[in-house]
């Protein structure tokens, strides 16, 4: 009856914790309609595949076509079934079923956890505490969203059996830890990777405690785990090697737990501290980094160390080393401080680098969810007692409750059964030939709903989304983001696409209607908001073609990435599904240097298409005759390594955030400086995916003799362009484009192991200039553009700084738009024009030649109060204008003030002409 009460227990709290899911889990689900949708797909198909007899076809799902095993793409959830597939038999109702598989994650890994704990204090109280911690530490909450996150319920009993067999060393419980193990590994790669890494360690500690050699039999778990894996893992190792996945250095980092924030981070909704701890919110990945455990559990810690340091030593040291492994763990490779990368390596660099799977993992956060175990044990240890145990546990689970609290939201509704949309209906009711691909295509949250939809009628699709993206998927998005054109169409029949979902109501419908009067597209059902067309276009089959190598100067020993230039004669060529074609590249000149690399072919080319692959450049600069062979592939091209190398940063840079220079970009203007303010945390972004309509320009000053850029990655390690041509002018008005340059993205940083390094260097001749800019010549539906720092490569700038400038040469024109005094604050728009024959600049060198607003206090004639500046939000031209916000702090002693609102030219002195206004301060 204990263990039912128990199990009673977490299903009750379970309720009140994830409310309003029991009310309105049946058409209505948490998280949004994002990943929560592509796992309720994850689980229909599984459903579909287990009840149609295709268990041996069970990863070749119908999303992403063509691409093979797609449902390796992400966590399969296979155990999960066992609860979803009854719930969904029987209702047909896969919002429901979901619902309740999240519901039961909570109060399953709640149970669990209190037998782990009774196992080991036998104090029921306790034991209940330590089960609430578990299941309701407030990141589950953070990644509500992730439900292969939150089945958490199968590692308690790999760790208890684990236990179990190192005291009495019994089979069955060899067989039991592994078994379990193994549940674990098949709900999450990702948390069986980490319980599988926790357990080693806790089974090397203990033969360390008790100076004990491993057993022979032993071994018998580690075979049992891998037997047990293999059939769902090899999958995902087939996807790795055929699509080369792996989850770069730096993106790693970016959602790597802050040493500084993650641990006092906690979801806004939680009901205590969402609002204090705020602060403490990361920018990027914050949902991965929403680590806080609780005050009342921290502090139980070192109580249980000092309660039962003498009673059960190993077990208290060795919970207190798996909760700080777990979150050293969640540190990632390097050390994160406040958002700034500090450059020191963690151990789980060395993981990374040498375990295998772990380059295919993105968060090491997410080890905090399993880092929570020891730290439950150790608080259900700390609350043990003869006395008083039901008044404590009581007292204790009183006040992680209020810790945890999270307050009820809103879910989101989602059709199921006759409620689908009629488009969805028609198309399970009917069959086609080909595939299908929804219009648009590559919006995140329109192909979380076109993967969920399919989950009803299991016709194979272009569309999809998933942890990882196959190459092809990013190469058919890409084509569908171009201008729609019959070439489209033939693409599409190109690759087996044979029909086209168009929701009108979300794209641009006149093209599609053109093409439907034009007769290359047939209407096969019109709905209110949708239209089913047929593809009513050929595509003749293509000859391949390899042009040349496209790229002329690199940078010495670095790791770029290089594009071949295909070119399809006669109409459209259809490529193969196959894996990566390994390719040979020797270097011949002032040294010998070969090397070897891949190449994923696309699956159709008409016209020009650059196919990238990863390049090692040599160490010696010069001329090389570089030479690429694989199967049926030949081709030959001179390319020269600059002496303009990853040494860039000794010699020949011109840092902008040193010199007075002024940036302009096709969007998102006002928050340039951010990519010339020597903060590598702080960056411009287009906030749209690339196209090639962004641009970003940099005005020096003065003509100058560049050689290339260098642009820092910083925080944003994946935002780097696709494709990027360069313009130089000396005047802004006639540009030239720098030849050879049409795929000019060279990584250069990806070698570092502190990923705050990275960056991309753009090369070209040494060419004479005032004006730079750099266009974007490709579409990326899946990225922005994102600069961190900016470095010329070129003669260093020479900025006299003068000692003063006259009012009549900067010659400002200042009004006041608004003005509002309350309380103790001020508000203040100010209108400024610049009039004058200089730049006023928003940051200059240092600091110095910059103009901003300043604002000065008057007392009976004597100034005797300056308060805050005010920047301009960009650098002001000749003729141009801007408004200032400025938010102004009264003077703390009461008084008649003289308040006078300046333009300061920094460094150089105050420039009169400005705003004077009488203000009253009234005694505090």
């Known amino acids: 009856m204990k263990y039912a009460g128990a199990l009673v227990f977490f299903l009750c709290v379970s309720v009140i914790m994830t409310w309003p899911l029991a009310r309105d889990g049946w058409d209505a689900m948490p998280g949004g309609r994002g990943d929560p949708l592509l796992n309720t797909w994850i689980l229909m198909w599984g459903y579909h595949a287990i009840t149609h007899g295709k268990v041996l076809s069970f990863f070749d799902a119908n999303i992403f076509y063509p691409a093979p095993q797609t449902l390796a793409l992400s966590d399969h959830m296979f155990p999960n079934l066992l609860i979803f597939g009854p719930a969904y038999g029987l209702t047909q109702n896969p919002v429901f079923a979901y619902n309740l598989v999240l519901f039961l994650s909570f109060a399953l ?162 009901w205590l501290y969402g609002e204090w701890l705020k602060p403490f919110e990361s920018l990027q990945g914050a949902a991965e980094k929403m680590l806080f455990t609780g005050f009342l559990p921290l502090a139980l810690v070192p109580v249980a160390l000092v309660r039962k340091f003498r009673s059960q030593k ?59 175990m020891p730290l439950a044990l150790l608080a259900a240890l700390a609350l043990q007692s003869r006395r008083k145990e039901l008044l404590l546990a009581g007292v204790a689970l009183a006040g992680v409750f209020a810790e945890y609290r999270v307050v009820p939201g809103d879910l989101t509704k989602v059709a199921f059964g006759e409620e689908l949309p009629p488009v969805y209906r028609w198309v399970r009711d009917h069959s086609f030939k080909g595939a299908l691909v929804e219009i648009p295509a590559g919006g995140a949250h329109g192909e979380h709903e076109y993967v969920y939809f399919s989950g009803y009628h299991l016709k194979p699709v272009i569309n999809g989304h998933s942890g990882f993206f196959p190459t092809y998927y990013y190469e058919i998005v890409s084509e569908l983001s171009r201008p729609l054109s019959v070439e489209t169409l033939r693409y599409l029949t190109a690759i087996g696409v044979s029909n086209v979902i168009l929701h009108r109501t979300r794209t641009n419908p006149e093209p599609w209607d053109r093409l439907v009067a034009e007769g290359h597209l047939k209407e096969i059902q019109r709905f209110e908001e949708d239209q089913l067309l047929e593809i009513n276009v050929g595509a003749a089959p293509g000859r391949l073609q390899l042009v040349r190598l496209g790229l002329d100067y690199v940078s010495p020993a670095s790791r770029i990435i290089a594009g071949l230039i295909f070119r399809s004669d006669g109409g459209v060529w259809r490529g193969k599904l196959e894996g990566a074609l390994p390719i040979e590249i020797a270097w011949n000149g002032p040294e010998r240097f070969v090397t070897e690399s891949s190449l994923v072919m696309p699956l159709a080319i008409q016209g020009e298409r650059w196919v990238t692959f990863p390049l090692e450049t040599p160490s010696t600069p010069g001329q090389y005759q570089v030479t690429i062979q694989g199967r049926g592939i030949s081709a030959q091209h001179s390319v020269y390594v600059t002496e303009w190398g990853a040494d860039v940063y000794s010699r020949g840079l011109i840092q902008l955030k040193d010199h007075p220079v002024v940036l302009r970009c096709s969007i998102n203007e006002e928050i340039g400086y951010h990519s010339a303010d020597g903060d590598l945390t702080t960056y411009w972004y287009s906030s749209v995916t690339q196209t090639p309509a962004l641009d970003y320009q940099i005005d020096v000053l003065q003509q100058v003799r560049s050689r290339g850029v260098v642009l820092h990655l910083g925080p944003a390690t994946e935002d780097y362009p696709r494709g990027l041509e360069v313009y130089i002018s000396p005047d802004g008005q006639d540009w030239r484009r720098i030849q050879n340059l049409k795929f000019a993205v060279m990584l250069n940083g990806r070698r570092h192991s502190t990923p705050a390094e990275d960056f991309y260097a753009v090369l070209w001749p040494p060419t004479e200039g005032r004006y730079i800019q750099l266009r974007l010549t490709t579409y990326d539906p ?46 203040a728009r100010v209108r400024v024009k610049n009039n004058g024959q200089a730049i006023w600049l928003r940051y200059g060198p240092k600091g110095v030649g910059s103009v901003r607003l300043g604002s000065r206090w008057y007392l009976n004639g004597r100034e005797i109060w300056r308060s805050e500046r005010f920047e301009l939000p960009r650098a002001l031209y000749l003729g141009e204008e801007t408004v200032i916000d400025a938010q102004l702090s009264l003077p703390p002693d009461q008084g008649t003030y003289l308040l006078r609102l300046d333009l300061v030219d920094e460094g150089m002195g105050w420039i009169r002409g400005g705003i004077e206004r009488e203000i009253q301060v009234a005694a505090n």
């Open 109 to 270: 890994s709640g149970f669990a956890m209190f037998l782990l704990a009774y196992y080991t204090t036998r104090a029921y109280g306790p034991s209940l505490v330590a089960g609430f911690i578990f299941a309701f530490f407030p990141a589950r909450f953070a990644h509500i969203g992730h439900l292969q996150l939150l089945n958490l319920y199968w590692s308690p009993p790999a760790f208890l059996f684990l236990d179990c067999y190192l005291k009495e060393r019994q089979s069955r419980d060899l067989v039991l830890l592994s078994l379990f193990a193994a549940l674990q590994t098949w709900a999450s790669f990702y948390m069986g990777y980490f319980l599988l890494l926790i357990l080693a360690v806790y089974y090397v500690l203990f033969h360390l405690w008790q100076r004990l050699w491993p057993w022979r039999r032993d071994l018998l778990a580690p075979v049992l785990i891998v037997v047990l894996i293999f059939p769902f893992a090899y999958p995902y190792l087939y996807l790795k090697n055929f699509f080369g996945f792996t989850r770069e250095l730096g993106e790693v980092v970016s959602y790597s737990a802050d040493a500084a924030k993650s641990f006092l981070s906690v979801p806004g909704q939680n």
């Open 314 to 372: 190993f077990i208290v040291i060795s919970s207190a080393f798996l909760m700080l492994f777990a979150a050293l763990m969640a540190l990632g490779p390097v050390l994160v401080w406040w958002g700034v990368h500090q450059k020191f390596p963690l151990p789980y660099l060395f993981f990374y680098h040498l375990l295998p799977g772990f380059a295919s993992m993105r968060a090491p956060s997410r080890i905090m969810m399993l880092g929570m």
């Open 782 to 827: 899946f990225r922005w553009w994102s600069i961190a720092e900016t470095t010329i490569l070129g003669d260093p700038l020479t900025f006299p700084v003068p000692t003063s400038r006259s009012t009549t040469e900067l010659n400002p024109q200042i009004e006041l738009v608004d003005f509002e005094h309350r309380g103790s604050q001020i508000r």
